[in-house]
């Protein structure tokens, strides 16, 4: 099984408990107009390589993350869904955590198999309105919420992570609503609130893209600190 990967992180710390081997696919369905990989968006412009390549990669750094593990992300990673399979099943094999940072973008129809394969999920919701979510990343928030759906049905543990944009994300009676949806998730450990950065920024200009966040600054501390609040009320871990 072959794929195309964009770059790898050998102790990454913020991808899943503990210290992780993060695999970051090529592709991505998504156009986020907060992107900080834009790099990873074509999928063949990543280097090619094979499953057991990844995975021998992996064990030789298994020492390291025995109390974390590998999370596979992306780009989008479920867009090659058989190729994450592949590794998450040799991962598994050698007796070693594993996670998917997804946007929920690709049909469950599409990547039902590798979801099932990981032990947790990450799951990015972009907006919980579906409108909105389609104007901030060129598509709804159907799929990711069928999804989130599923994972409840097999019982398997999901990470929400939502990335706070001033001006656009940044939505105090969104995150309401996005706490009340969000409640009724018994698989949800934790709330991930991201505060918007803009150190991808150079990379839009490396590739002749138009940058809309140009004059968008990070979020104040004090409204990331509201916004753990009102995900709170409604039970929900957000760190």
């Not at 968006?41 to 030789?60: F, N, S």
């Not at 709804?140 to 656009?168: C, F, Q, S, T």
């Not at 706490?179 to 918007?196: A, Q, T, W």
Request: charged fraction near 30%; glycine fraction near 8%.
């Amino acid at each position: 099984m072959e794929g195309y990967v964009h770059s790898v992180e050998t102790c990454g710390t913020v991808d899943g408990p503990g210290i992780r081997y993060v695999i970051f696919f090529q592709g991505c369905p998504l156009r986020c107009k907060f992107c900080h990989n834009p790099d990873t968006w074509k999928m063949y412009e990543g280097k090619k390589c094979t499953a057991k390549e990844v995975v021998d990669d992996i064990l030789r750094y298994k020492n390291f993350i025995r109390s974390g593990g590998v999370t596979i992300s992306g780009g989008e990673p479920l867009l090659q869904a058989d190729f994450a399979s592949e590794i998450l099943k040799e991962c598994r094999k050698h007796g070693i955590h594993t996670a998917i940072d997804t946007s929920g973008a690709v049909p469950l129809s599409k990547c039902r198999h590798a979801v099932d394969e990981a032990d947790l999920i990450l799951l990015d919701i972009k907006s919980i309105d579906t409108f909105k979510c389609r104007e901030l990343t060129g598509k709804g928030n159907e799929d990711a919420l069928k999804l989130l759906d599923y994972l409840e049905l097999k019982g398997k543990e999901v990470w929400i992570r939502h990335v706070v944009v001033p001006g656009i994300t940044e939505n105090y009676d969104d995150i309401e609503e996005m706490g009340k949806y969000l409640s009724r998730y018994k698989v949800i450990s934790r709330v991930e609130i991201l505060p918007f950065h803009k150190m991808g920024e150079y990379k839009w200009k490396e590739l002749n893209l138009k940058y809309e966040l140009e004059d968008t600054q990070p979020p104040e501390k004090e409204s990331v600190e509201k916004i753990k609040n009102i995900l709170s009320k409604h039970h929900l871990q957000a760190v």
